[in-house]
């Protein structure tokens, strides 16, 4: 508790003096909580932290002098000067991150309890992990805290859901912020609940004693809340308009120190030795303060790494022979999963009914029966889902977890856009990010407008996630397994009006490397590059005006992030004209990108303006014809080619 205090007083002062540049929330007065439920915890389990988690990260072992240098903006920093104090994290001693968005560290716990329950059942032994999700009391408002509260009890995962109730919710008293308490949810949860003083240091290590050997002998999740108080405001610089100086005074007179301290002297220690240790605390923590200040700056030269790991070398295989056996996009899917996961121990599979029903088209029935635990049902939680997929990578597993429509990641983009894609890069590569997501998209069947988009652009436009697109059976099969090896977080979207497509069945090894676009279609008078189901409009086009003397070359992307740009300028430069054809809405998709890009890097091999077409720039009709007129098809991407070559 020394420690904790110490630390931050001194970030205090640095943040005062502008020796630490960006944001800074303290957790002075909170000590007891921090240390008390970290004290039973061992080197292997888990800790999810919040914006406001220096206490965690040290209570759970991690070394002041890394962390004074982090905040600092150090490269020696725990994060190598990629988090800051909002996103400090050390995933080698089971400190997956302090979390800037409200409530998201908690099913990235419960992803981590996951990977703990499957190993030791793996392994025929209980009590392989715990894990325990630091929250504030405004979380449970949160729909990732009900979402991942909910998963953890249905599945019985070994997570403890830690409340540090300081009263405030950022500047709102606890009060005003729910109906009804703690306690009374964990309840409807079918959860166990416990509440102790979070000021007495003792009583909060009993407590989780209790509660983590309980939890680590697999009888279900807990939450303990446990009651404080921070001293300093939400934010350093927080003018605090929102209570009393009283207020505060009565609970400095709780002050954790204070109280321990008592019953220290109490059981004999003299105060010559609790002098001693302050003095030795704060030495130390000086000393790691001087060491920090003298540390380099990250270089410069090193602001493109971490954001993803090296890919293994993929080498495709040779095309399937024109007598292979025949396949169906939907069985090479199936094949493509049920091959990772024999072949990797890690591989699990989640999502809404993947288990008993196979998924809502089918693809993973039987897979339970052959797999067992590693083919799991969740709830219709996408947060919970993700997010569990989100701690199980960074707990070393492979998992493929499954959104059962495109449009459907809205509901879990925090998970994307702020944790999967993000925390490799914030812990300075620290953190494991093997998972796969998969989902599906199409358009043309009156869908309507939540069950149709092609949203390829919004996920490319995120560092650090890799999107794949692929549209023959062969191919899905191939990028589905490469995917589900590759050590970074990749959304898998397929088009299920591709699940009935035939194709030849390549072999059992077969691999097809991401970000590897391939020519379809060889040609001379123009160059049109597609991908996903608009690849086969493209190339029924081009046989359309084969008839007209138009020598028509198409390329399947495969992957849309990153781009293979090297094939499209490549035959660019043979075409000289450019049609870019994606199922997405026209402004701000993919085609975009592309044209920009030839039209920077292969501007004097163009003799016609680059021509784009895709959707209407409308959500998705439901009638018929006014999807018809909406959405590209292979008439209109004829009279592009005509257009382009005319030009």
């Not at 703690?182 to 909060?204: F, I, M, P, S």
């Not at 929102?242 to 301290?261: G, I, N, T």
Request: hydrophobic share 45%; charged share 20%; with cysteine.
């Amino acid at each position: 508790m020394l420690v904790i205090r110490g630390f931050e007083q001194r970030v205090s002062a640095l943040y005062r003096d502008s020796e630490i540049p960006g944001f800074v929330h303290l957790s002075i007065g909170q000590e007891a909580a921090a240390v008390g439920a970290c004290w039973p915890l061992r080197p292997a389990d888990v800790v999810t932290s919040t914006h406001r988690g220096h206490g965690h990260c040290l209570a759970k072992g991690l070394a002041p002098l890394g962390m004074f240098a982090e905040l600092m903006g150090k490269d020696r920093g725990t994060n190598r000067g990629r988090g800051g104090s909002m996103h400090i994290a050390d995933p080698r001693i089971g400190i997956f991150g302090a979390n800037g968005i409200v409530a998201a560290g908690v099913p990235i716990a419960v992803g981590a309890a996951t990977a703990a329950q499957i190993r030791a059942g793996r392994s025929g032994q209980d009590g392989d992990g715990v894990a325990v999700a630091f929250f504030g009391d405004g979380a449970p408002a949160q729909g990732a805290f009900h979402e991942a509260v909910n998963l953890a009890a249905v599945w019985e995962l070994p997570v403890v859901f830690f409340c540090e109730n300081n009263g405030y919710a950022e500047f709102a008293p606890t009060e005003t912020q729910h109906a009804t308490t703690l306690e009374q949810r964990a309840a409807g949860y079918g959860a166990g609940y416990v509440g102790v003083d979070g000021n007495d240091v003792a009583a909060t290590a009993a407590v989780m004693d209790a509660v983590v050997e309980r939890v680590r002998g697999g009888h279900g999740s807990t939450i303990v809340e446990a009651t404080t108080y921070r001293w300093h405001g939400h934010y350093e610089g927080d003018p605090e308009r929102y209570r009393s100086a009283e207020e505060l005074e009565e609970w400095k007179a709780k002050d954790p120190l204070v109280v321990h301290e008592v019953r220290l002297r109490d059981a004999g220690v003299s105060d010559d030795e609790i002098k001693e240790l302050e003095s030795s605390v704060a030495a130390d923590l000086d000393a790691a303060v001087d060491e920090a200040r003298t540390l380099e700056q990250p270089s410069v030269d090193t602001l493109h790494d971490f954001v993803l790991r090296p890919r293994p070398e993929v080498v495709e295989s040779p095309l399937p022979p024109e007598d292979a056996p025949v396949f169906r996009t939907m069985d090479a899917v199936r094949n493509a999963l049920r091959a990772e996961l024999a072949a990797d121990e890690r591989v699990f599979l989640a999502g809404v009914d993947v288990g008993e029903g196979g998924n809502v088209f089918g693809l993973t029935r039987g897979m339970r029966e052959e797999f067992g635990d590693r083919v799991r049902d969740t709830p219709i939680s996408e947060t919970a889902v993700v997010g569990l997929g989100v701690g199980a990578a960074m707990a070393g597993m492979r998992p493929v977890v499954e959104v059962m429509y495109l449009d459907f990641l809205g509901v879990c983009f925090d998970q994307l856009l702020n944790q999967a894609a993000k925390l490799p890069f914030m812990t300075g590569g620290g953190a494991q990010m093997g998972l796969t997501v998969r989902t599906q998209f199409a358009a043309g069947r009156s869908s309507g407008s939540q069950h149709s988009q092609s949203l390829e652009a919004l996920l490319a436009h995120i560092p650090g996630l890799t999107v794949v697109m692929p549209s023959t059976p062969a191919d899905t099969y191939g990028l589905l397994r490469t995917a589900i090896q590759d050590p970074n977080p990749v959304v898998f979207i397929e088009n299920r009006l591709l699940y009935g497509t035939k194709g030849p069945q390549p072999a059992d090894d077969h691999l097809v490397p991401i970000g590897s676009a391939k020519v379809v279609r060889p040609g001379e008078h123009v160059t049109v590059v597609s991908v996903s189901r608009m690849v086969h409009d493209a190339v029924a086009a081009a046989e359309t005006v084969a008839d007209e003397g138009l020598s028509v070359e198409v390329i399947d992307l495969r992957t849309v992030a990153p781009l293979d740009m090297p094939t499209v300028l490549e035959s660019v430069a043979k075409t000289s004209r450019l049609l870019i054809a994606h199922e997405a809405v026209l402004p701000h998709g993919i085609g975009a990108e592309i044209a920009a890009t030839v039209a920077r890097e292969g501007f004097w091999d163009l003799d016609a303006p680059i021509e784009r077409i895709g959707a209407a720039p409308t959500p998705a009709p439901y009638a018929p014809n006014l999807e018809h007129t909406w959405l590209p098809d292979t008439e209109k991407i004829a009279d592009a080619i005509r257009r382009v070559v005319s030009a």
